[in-house]
């Protein structure tokens, strides 16, 4: 067993109810009376992570129990909740939603009954009174080995309206510990893929300051730090090397054997800290460029482009023509480059918007990135590499994740916006696409399998959004080909 570390996952009673807004309110109003506050998010998801870094200032951790494992999730959580006066992990969904409708796989209850941990339950309140009673009920008593400790009430009305929750609840267990008042003028903007990035709306850290008072003056905080503190000692995870020793060792895990360069601004941003951690440990140096405002690339051995919005900044993308042209020639001297999703529209010849207008782009993928107004594909999925890629050989396994509103069609020649009736496939749309299909990817739900992701020697480009706690040895290949291209330059 490992020593005991005061934690609390904030869970939901389905999507949508508040849990990020109260996350977040909680985390600040701990941060403003002194504590270190270490935070996590259940689940794929790359925005909540980054309210959670702006309310405490530091980085949050992703907990995906279908994408890592236990092992991986007991690892990853020790290290990064270690010297922490407290650990918040807000949950993804419902409590009980995951990747089965019929079992807790991916949910947030299996990562609290790994962690051990103590749940508070948020409930959307707004038009309630007693009923709160009959779903807190359903929820606790659902699952016997689950502890739900207490109850967090959003979208109250008034105190009055606080209190009638509280006496509904009142001589049953968990109690009612407090809520968060309506407040529309302070939510957090949304888009298609949900909440927007915290540092893309531009947030101002009043709104975040002004949901810690909101925290401090309505909920419980004592009495949820109480039951933080009385969770157990944290299992211990069976493999120690399941997850890097946290950001510090990682940083000493290796000698820096290459440096890869990593984009990251406003239109790429989605990565899970751990795979950064991961490619840390390695033995890589991760250098940070922008693909809108840089118009060279960094000294570099290999290319990271993760996932993000390129298509809403598609013109600025565009109008970068130099760096465009430098991945290319990167591309041309050997240089290894892995993209997910939005970095896989971005090596496209164009992102074709809603508008119907196509934005050049890197053009090393022979296709072109289409949004479209309905979700393409959503869910986990298994992947299996067909050839050798910069990642390893042929036969590589790993889990990750696909959520997008575009897809891949053979390129057109750039025209004028069309007539709505226009954008509908065309039939040469519907040809095969010219490209090396790099990946057999098995859907999680359904079990169907199609080929997926593109390849070109020293280019891996795919949809999927990878988590590499799934199998350790893909960041250490990735490392291992940049290292090699990096003596090739030396030559």
């Known amino acids: 067993m490992s020593p005991a570390i005061p934690r609390l996952v904030i869970a939901g009673t389905a999507s949508g109810v508040g849990k990020t807004t109260a996350t977040v309110a909680i985390a600040r109003a701990l941060r403003a009376r002194g504590l270190r506050v270490a935070l996590f998010k259940c689940g794929p998801d790359y925005l909540d992570p980054t309210y959670h870094g702006r309310a405490v200032g530091g980085t949050s951790h992703n907990l995906d129990g279908w994408m890592m494992g236990r092992d991986a999730v007991l690892s990853t959580f020790a290290a990064e909740a270690a010297g922490a006066d407290v ?18 796989e991916g949910s947030t209850a299996e990562v609290a009954k790994w962690l051990e941990a103590p749940v508070a339950l948020v409930v959307d309140a707004s038009g309630m009174a007693r009923s709160v009673a009959a779903l807190v009920q359903g929820f606790a008593g659902f699952d016997p080995a689950l502890r739900v400790a207490a109850v967090v009430c959003n979208q109250v009305g008034s105190r009055g309206h606080l209190d009638i929750l509280r006496q509904a609840q009142a001589q049953r267990s968990p109690p009612v510990i407090g809520g968060l008042p309506r407040d529309e003028a302070q939510r957090f903007p949304e888009r298609h893929l949900g909440l927007r990035t915290a540092d893309e709306a531009a947030i101002p850290e009043e709104r975040f300051d002004r949901w810690g008072a909101l925290a401090e003056a309505w909920i419980g905080l004592d009495a949820l730090l109480e039951i933080a503190r009385g969770a157990p000692a944290l299992p211990a995870a069976s493999d120690a090397k399941a997850a890097p020793a946290g950001a510090a060792a990682a940083a000493e895990a290796a000698p820096r054997r290459a440096r890869i360069g990593v984009a990251f ?5 989605f990565y899970y800290a751990d795979n950064l951690r991961r490619l840390e440990a390695a033995g890589a140096e991760l250098v940070r460029f922008s693909p809108i405002r840089d118009a060279r690339l960094p000294d570099v051995d290999a290319l990271y482009l ?3 919005y390129p298509e809403a900044h598609a013109e600025r993308l565009t109008e970068n023509a130099a760096l465009r042209a430098e991945i290319r020639a990167f591309a041309g001297r050997g240089g290894p480059i892995y993209a997910e999703c939005g970095g896989l529209m971005y090596l496209t010849e164009a992102i074709r918007t809603l508008d119907g207008r196509a934005h050049p782009m890197v053009g090393l993928v022979p296709a072109e990135a289409v949004m479209c107004e309905k979700l393409q594909a959503l869910g986990y999925v298994e992947v299996e590499t067909q050839a050798r890629t910069i990642l390893g050989g042929a036969g590589l396994r790993f889990r990750g994740h696909q959520f997008r509103y575009s897809e891949l069609r053979p390129a057109a020649p750039a025209s004028p916006p069309p007539s709505p009736a226009a954008q509908a496939p065309s039939p040469a749309a519907q040809a095969p696409l010219p490209i090396e299909h790099a990946y057999s990817v098995r859907r999680r739900r359904g079990g169907q399998v199609a080929r997926e992701g593109y390849l070109a020697q020293n280019v891996l480009a795919s949809y999927v959004h990878a988590h590499w706690a799934s199998n350790p040895l893909v960041p250490e290949g990735l490392v291992a080909s940049a290292a090699a291209h990096r003596k090739e330059r030396a030559r």
């Not at 650990?87 to 807790?104: K, N, Q, R, W």
């Not at 601004?265 to 941003?269: G, I, L």
């Open 306 to 308: 993760g996932g993000g």
């Open 87 to 104: 650990a918040l992990i807000e949950g993804v969904m419902g409590l009980f939603d995951g990747a089965s409708p019929t079992g807790e």
């Open 265 to 269: 601004d406003e239109a790429f941003h």
